[in-house]
């Protein structure tokens, strides 16, 4: 009897804890809610005062001032920082090189013009018309009549209206001299979807195109195409694009260097755009656009088309070039204010075919038609959470108590897995585990090792996953603290998913720059792999967007990394022989070869004293360790290297972390 008292009375206990805990959490909400909007009012105070307003122009030049220290800090010295604008000179003339100057010359045109490949598909480039400018509507015609591929016909609907009658003029006559061009005049305008699908009932032929009847094609659009569809079997097919403004081409505004086909990137971005081509068999069934998603057609086509797709190839070279200009969707998407909800009902349309119920959609800070998809977490598992420590009892106390009282997620358990630690900070802190409100959740285990005994991660973290009793393990570095409450439940919601591998947070320097936003191979002076946005300010949206969404890499870091325990067993845990150095990189390498997606999630946000626990990896026997182990990972992976990280353009130079171009060996094609 006694014993079952003293049963209840711990599970009373605990059950009083995690109330208290909850309500503790739900004051906190509460109070930054309200210093949320206490900030917001003094902001708006601020802003609607003369003197603010007055002072614009000062303000302006301390900003400017700022940035420049915060280059000199991120470069290092004002050297790095002379190099970085000389790195800049020499990527914005580069620039030209992608504009008209990227065109064929004569003997590249005569060659690709006569190239002979085993499948020559016909191409219907599909171009719905409504009420055109004239300039707009030649530039769009002529650079389909300059493709270096002839065999395409482009099929134009046209739903203009009475006062624009001159369109169907104009294309008449281009008609009269080019057979290839096939016009209809529709008896009333079908807005986007309706006249685009009109243009789909003049089309015969194997593969389908989408062009705007403001944008221009590049000359060897369709060449490349066709020689990918020959070369890999491609039935869908994109390309990067570029914004320029007003009537030169030459005038980017900004250029989209994409990654391949990813697509929780899709999902939450419509990044594919332009310039779609696929094969006819895909719309068999279903249909072109559909009205319901009118200024978001493409999104939600793309998205059916794409899960139909066998083999979706994306073309790394700048080969479409959109206009910007009043009224246009690249100009201003409040322009077309339906666009945002239509991109939300795309993506929660796709989704449900998924099988996904109970999601959210909601737009990010990057802009409206970026997105964040919250899903549904499948009932309560355990989650263990995994953490080497040798010391540094400072640094783990602050990691366990900021796991304990800023999580909101209840089933959690951590594992420390104790690693030679000598100090006596240490052993008073495992005690006060013992006795404190974690002694419930929290095991300290020794690994055991020897004196002489270098340090070994992955046999750590491998020894730690071997006495977690959760189905998902977290693996965490103990130089942590967490930041957002709902970190686990954002990493959950990835990898509980069928499809997903190794999920990764985003992590930021004590200064909230970046230290982790997803990995790139071969990036870094090493060419094993890299952090992209490294040190990078903590409120940068990213390249085109990419900090504000969670989208598919190639790895995540160890740091902190949630994976199914399944899936963990499936690849058989990190390699015992990548002791320090990539064990991370190999361990995703291994997911993503075993099919799964790695994913990283902004959404998830942690500070990372980076290697406080660790020591130098440059110098002495550390450095010597590092290069064979690096040595090992790339001769391991040395195909999966020299084919290229599929989630960073090819466009891009691996020495630098900030998405910048490659300056100086700019190579227009993928060496296949």
């Not at 009373?12 to 995690?18: G, H, I, Q, T, V």
């Not at 030679?420 to 090792?449: A, Q």
């Not at 973290?461 to 439940?489: C, H, K, P, S």
């Amino acid at each position: 009897m006694d014993d079952e008292k003293r049963v209840a009375t711990r599970e009373f206990d605990a059950l009083a804890r995690e109330k208290l805990k909850s309500a503790a959490l739900a004051e906190r909400v509460a109070v930054l809610e309200n210093e949320k909007r206490e900030l917001e009012e003094s902001l708006d105070r601020i802003k609607s005062n003369p003197l603010w307003k007055a002072s614009a122009p000062l303000r302006a030049f301390i900003h400017w001032v700022i940035r420049q220290v915060d280059r000199v800090r991120n470069q290092g010295s004002l050297r790095g920082v002379v190099a970085k604008i000389r790195y800049k000179k020499r990527e914005r003339a580069a620039y030209a090189s992608f504009g008209t100057e990227s065109f064929p010359d004569e003997e590249q045109r005569k060659r690709e013009s006569q190239a002979e490949f085993d499948l020559m598909p016909k191409i219907s480039i599909l171009t719905p018309l409504f009420n055109t400018p004239e300039k707009y509507l030649r530039d769009m015609i002529e650079s389909v009549q300059a493709q270096t591929y002839a065999n395409w016909e482009l099929c134009l609907a046209d739903g203009s209206d009475d006062d624009h009658a001159a369109v169907g003029l104009l294309v008449r006559s281009y008609a009269e001299n080019d057979e290839r061009i096939i016009y209809r005049h529709l008896p009333d305008n079908k807005g986007i979807s309706g006249n685009t699908n009109a243009c789909l009932t003049l089309a015969d032929g194997d593969y389908i195109a989408l062009l705007d009847h403001d944008d221009i094609l590049h000359p060897s659009v369709l060449y490349a195409y066709v020689k990918e569809i020959n070369e890999t079997g491609a039935d869908y097919l994109y390309c990067d694009e570029a914004t320029f403004k007003g009537d030169d081409i030459n005038r980017m505004i900004t250029m989209h260097f994409k990654p391949d086909y990813a697509i929780d990137n899709l999902r939450a971005n419509n990044y594919i755009c332009h310039f779609s081509m696929f094969k006819r068999s895909l719309l068999s069934g279903t249909e072109l656009f559909r009205p319901q998603f009118d200024g978001s057609q493409d999104h939600d086509m793309i998205l059916r088309l794409t899960d139909r797709a066998e083999r979706i190839v994306h073309v790394p070279r700048l080969l479409y070039y959109w206009r910007s200009h009043s009224g246009s969707t690249a100009s201003n998407i409040e322009a077309k204010h339906y666009a945002i909800e239509a991109a939300r009902g795309a993506v929660s349309d796709h989704l449900k075919r998924h099988g996904y119920e109970h999601f959210q959609i909601t737009s990010t800070r990057a802009f409206e038609t970026i997105f964040k998809i919250s899903y549904e977490i499948s009932g309560s598992p355990l989650i263990s959470i995994i953490i080497p420590n040798c010391d540094h009892a400072k640094d783990l106390r602050r990691l366990v108590d900021s796991i304990y009282t800023r999580s909101t997620w209840d089933n959690y358990e951590i594992i420390v897995v104790e690693n030679g630690s000598r100090s006596r900070d240490t052993e008073g802190l495992y005690e006060s585990f013992e006795n404190g409100p974690m002694r419930e959740r929290i095991r300290v285990l020794d690994f055991h090792r020897a004196p002489d005994e270098s340090f070994n991660f992955s046999a750590v973290v491998n020894f730690g996953a071997r006495q977690a009793r959760g189905r998902y393990l977290l693996f965490m570095n103990n130089d942590m603290e967490v930041i957002t409450i709902n970190w686990m439940e954002e990493m959950l919601m990835y990898a509980q998913r069928s499809d997903v591998g190794a999920v990764g947070a985003k992590l930021y320097f004590p200064d909230r720059r970046i230290q982790h936003a997803g990995i790139v191979l071969a990036l870094g002076a090493h060419r094993t792999a890299g952090h992209v946005h490294y040190k990078q300010a903590g409120q940068n949206l990213g390249y085109m967007g990419r900090l504000c969404y969670a989208q598919d890499m190639s790895a995540v870091t160890g740091a902190c990394l949630m994976v199914e325990k399944k899936k963990y067993d499936e690849v058989k845990g990190f390699d015992e022989r990548l002791a320090v150095a990539l064990n991370d990189v190999d361990f995703c390498l291994k997911l993503r070869k075993a099919g799964y997606l790695n994913v990283f999630t902004p959404f998830a946000e942690l500070t990372h004293y980076e290697s406080a626990s660790r020591g130098d990896d440059l110098t002495g026997e550390n450095a010597r360790r590092y290069n064979e182990e690096s040595e090992l990972f790339r001769e391991r992976w040395r195909d999966v290297l020299d084919a290229g990280d599929p989630y960073y353009n090819p466009n891009f130079s691996l020495d630098r972390s900030d998405f910048s171009l490659k300056v100086g060996d700019y190579t227009p094609l993928r060496t296949k």
